[in-house]
């Protein structure tokens, strides 16, 4: 029998031994791994996310906050339309029965979270804290907006947005404050030119792009991945706010100049007339609210706002505006059950349609129904006496909210265009008398009713 070499046998046991181990790696991931449960490693939201970075920096944060006493919530779209989705199973979860990780674990770069900032009582303690525990966190600070104007307070400066990054994975703190008109505000996130723009991706965020505007969300505790967080108790309403949730100031430093210029009309009659606009505004839009329908400030409630920051103390009246797209059928019903008794009608659905409804103290709200083509969109006007038809040209604006006499309601965010079209480049200077067939710039003819419907488009009461 001949002499084997050496390394030849070395060889063979070296490649023996390799195949052995290799087959038992394969029998343990397809036989083994699969008996055991380890196959859910593959699937989305499975128990391996539970060691994943982002779930670990919420886990984190949310001990942070709850020992920091700091009173947070979730407002994440993402989450909060998996919450939506999975209502059932989340309220009836409790935190020892978590056996998946489904709503953190989802790849993303952020997971949002909301501070209510009046019911903040440790702010730089929490910040500390948060370092200490790992977190790289950058605060966003800028001048309160309500304050500009006032020269002795218009540089306070207040914390609008916390980032605070654990690893790869960051958690977006947007400090929302309390508005007069009982709703939640945020402010822009604007990077001062200190800030390292590569702190985080954060054209990927989706809180501060703008400012912001939401109802005020009623909360419920619940049980996510086996971290208890508050959340909206509607998810859905809140995730729905989001995409129209921009929000622009009034011009309170343009209007005490305005005010400068112009006094302000304090009589007795101008104040009783602002407190009666205003209690009609508040009741209108409570009226349309319950309906669903949305609105905006139009004509001289709108250039109020926007040049004076407030009402017109000669206008006389209160202006909404509504796309008659989201016209409803009860809502001449709704306004009387409301105790607006029907002025008049003008129009039809089809066509120009105007509701007039009488006030108290003789103070009337005009609802103008706009109707869009493909470059602008209008709205009609109809002069009673003779049937005459006019048409008020507007190019196309998006809505926005804004704070006015105490509310939270909408106005186009294209608002100098919105005004330069209804009263002209000289919008600045108060004009007491008005012809509404004549003075706006925006006006034209539009032909005239037949006699034949004059009975429904010409309606008094």
Known sequence: MSRINKNVVLALLTLTSSAFLL????????????????????????????????????????????NQNVPVFLIDPLVLELINKNFEQVKNTSQGSISQCTFFCVPRDFTAF??????????????RVAENMGFQCLKIESKDPRLDGIDSLSGTEIPLHYIC??????????????????YLWHGHLRLKEHIDRKFVPFRKLQFGRYPGAFDRPELQQVTLDGLEVLIPKDPMHFVEE???????????????AFFQQYLDDNTVEAMAFRKSAKELLQLAAKTL?????????????????YR?????????????????RDYKSDIILAFQDAGLPLKHKFGKVED?????????????????????????VWNGGTQAKTGKKFKYLFPKFTLCWTEFVDMKVRVPCETLEYIEANYGKT???????????????????????????WDEVIQLY
């Open 23 to 66: 087959f038992q790696l394969y029998y343990y991931k397809h036989y083994l791994s699969t008996k055991n449960g380890a196959g859910l490693s593959k699937s989305k939201g499975s128990r391996i996310g539970f060691d994943s970075t982002q779930w670990r920096a919420v886990k984190k944060f949310i001990m942070l906050t709850s």
């Open 114 to 127: 909301a501070l209510q900032y009046h019911l903040w009582k440790n702010e730089e303690g929490w910040f």
């Open 165 to 182: 990054k654990l690893a790869t994975h960051a958690i977006h703190l947007v400090v929302f404050h309390e508005r007069s008109g009982n």
């Open 242 to 256: 989001v995409p129209h949730s921009r929000f622009i100031e009034c011009r309170y430093k343009e209007a005490r």
């Open 289 to 305: 609210n319950k309906l669903g329908v949305p609105f905006w400030l139009s004509s001289g409630t709108c250039l109020g706002w």
């Open 308 to 324: 004076q920051c407030n009402i017109i103390p000669y206008s006389k009246d209160v202006d909404l505006g509504i796309f008659i």
């Open 352 to 376: 120009s349609l105007e509701l007039s409804f009488q006030g108290k103290d003789d103070v009337k709200l005009d609802i103008f129904f706009f109707y869009e083509e493909t470059d602008h």
């Open 427 to 453: 919008w600045k200077i108060p004009v007491k008398t008005w012809d509404w067939k004549r003075s706006p710039p925006n006006v034209q003819p539009n032909g005239i009713w037949p006699i034949s419907e």
